[in-house]
């Protein structure tokens, strides 16, 4: 009893108590969000505020221009389904390549990483027309491509980090690509958790970054301050 009632006048505790508070670097972060993209983990999202972020949504299917940002995320989805939209939405698809060729850090995730493709087949063997920031195409296909957690290695310096930085997450698709880059080209070495596989995973055209990850930045706080600290710097050399 005298134990409960010592422990009673003990101050609370905040919730950040131990935790040290991440570098802050104001920018604004467009986020894809509509009927075609539509899969972010909340925690990671959170992660890049704590960095200093404010994140701006958008619509690749329906917005003809990008808010005023410093930097993009496009995240999972379901862009097959919206293959034919997402090409009629030119204007959005230009502005998005027009960014990409300006030098503004891009992160791209499965469903936002097939938009950055050249085009897009979907299931029915209809080829559409995307954004154009890598030079490969995607194609839908029946079978399950690829399901299950993987290691990914930077094997050069991105906007999430160095070389040698270290990423966890999972990958489940039903599209494979197709494309003539090289292995040297690509920016990951991923490896399954389950098989120890290892294979050269995605793409980067300057500062843009994309692969089949789905990335949680949660556990790997790194990331989500560097590619923050890339927006920002991003942004300050236009001011």
């Known amino acids: 009893d005298r134990i409960m009632a010592l422990a009673k006048t003990a101050p609370p505790l905040s919730a950040a108590a131990g935790e040290e508070r991440p570098p802050q670097y104001p920018c604004r972060i467009a986020v894809a969000r509509d009927e075609a993209f539509s899969f972010y983990y909340t925690a990671s999202l959170d992660e890049l505020r704590a ?3 404010e994140l701006v949504e958008f619509s690749p299917l329906h917005d003809a221009e990008l808010p005023d940002v410093d930097g993009i ?3 999972g989805g379901f862009p097959e389904m919206f293959a034919a939209d997402l090409a009629q939405n030119t204007a959005l698809r230009s502005a998005i390549r027009a960014a990409a060729e300006a030098g503004m850090p891009i992160y791209a995730e499965c469903g936002g990483y097939m938009y950055l493709m050249r085009s897009m087949v979907d299931f029915a063997g209809a080829e559409h027309e995307m954004a154009g920031v890598f030079a490969a195409r995607v194609r839908m296909t029946e079978r399950l491509q690829m399901v299950g957690y993987v290691e990914a290695e930077q094997t050069e310096d991105t906007i999430l980090g160095t070389a040698g930085l270290i990423l966890h997450g999972h990958e489940f698709h039903f599209s494979v690509e ?6 040297a080209d690509r920016p990951f070495r991923f490896t399954k958790l389950r098989s120890g596989a290892q294979y050269a995973a995605g793409h980067r055209r300057g500062n843009t970054l994309g692969s089949y990850l789905h990335l ?3 556990g790997c706080r790194s990331a989500a301050e560097h590619f923050v600290e890339a927006c920002h710097q991003w942004g300050r050399s236009f001011s």
């Open 178 to 183: 197709e494309t003539e880059a090289e292995e």
């Open 51 to 53: 960095c200093g972020a």
């Open 216 to 218: 949680h930045f949660a």
């Open 73 to 75: 995320i496009i995240g």
